[in-house]
């Protein structure tokens, strides 16, 4: 199985910053790397797909991108709406594997 | 709009049986193209895939559920199920259906994320 290794997995933000959540793979996904948010006692949204991928409906102010073997994600100006739990998901290969979890939370 | 919605029991015994339906709306099934997949998440915790149909009956399992899932898939009712044998404490969890989606990306391979989700349903496993 590839597992799926997040960082943080929790951080302290206001509004109005700029967060990164880092996704890191045990073997090579290529840019088969999707993130979503969950907020409590509600599924999971797709924000990115394919890395860098913006959902379609996804506010801008949310990017994806891959360096060497990390993925990130990224939050410019952090919202009110924007506290919660992000999870990046591999789509390389079964068994689909998530990574653990971020969450993101109002300092 | 498509719409996918768990029922199930909320509570099941130890080493009994676990089953779900998800009930899909706004889309056809059978109208190939996706193939549709149960998520777990333990409370507090992480969210595990557990295997996907297609609408012909074709299934993928995770290997470390694989002995005690089935999934099938009833077109005339466009809903697909999940069963889960022997069940114990540590399958206590939110069990999400959703779709699964797969795009070609401009490599030639694919791209698969899971969207939309069911809204969840809540399953403890206790006597």
């Known amino acids: 199985d590839i597992q799926m290794t997040q960082s943080p997995s929790s951080l302290s933000a206001s509004v109005g910053d700029r967060i990164t959540i880092t996704c890191r793979a045990s073997q090579s996904i290529s840019n088969h790397l999707n993130w979503y948010q969950q907020k409590p006692g509600k599924a999971p949204i797709l924000l990115i797909y394919?890395?860098?991928n913006l959902e379609s409906g996804v506010p801008s102010r949310f990017s994806g991108n891959k360096s060497g073997t990390d993925f990130t994600l990224t939050i410019i100006s952090l919202q009110p709406e924007d506290f919660a739990t992000y999870y990046c998901q591999q789509g390389s290969a079964t068994p689909w594997t998530f990574g653990q979890g971020t969450k993101v939370a109002n300092k | 709009q498509l719409q996918l919605q768990e029922s199930g029991p909320g509570l099941v015994k130890p080493s009994e049986t676990l089953s779900l339906t998800c009930t899909v709306s706004?889309?056809?099934?059978?109208?190939?193209?996706?193939?549709w997949a149960w998520i777990r998440q333990p409370p507090g915790k992480g969210l595990e895939w557990i295997g996907s149909?297609?609408?012909?009956?074709?299934?993928y399992y995770s290997p470390s559920l694989k002995s005690r899932v089935t999934i099938s898939v009833d077109t005339s009712k466009n809903q697909f199920s999940l069963n889960l044998t022997s069940v114990t404490a540590a399958d206590t969890a939110v069990y999400f259906c959703?779709?699964?989606?797969?795009?070609?990306?401009?490599?030639?391979?694919?791209?698969?994320?899971?969207?939309?989700w069911g809204q969840g349903s809540l399953v403890t496993v206790s006597s």
């Open positions: 394919g890395a860098s």
């Open positions: 706004g889309y056809s099934i059978s109208s190939s193209s996706y193939y």
């Open positions: 959703a779709r699964r989606r797969r795009v070609r990306s401009n490599g030639g391979d694919y791209y698969n994320w899971f969207d939309p």
């Open positions: 149909i297609y609408y012909s009956g074709n299934t």
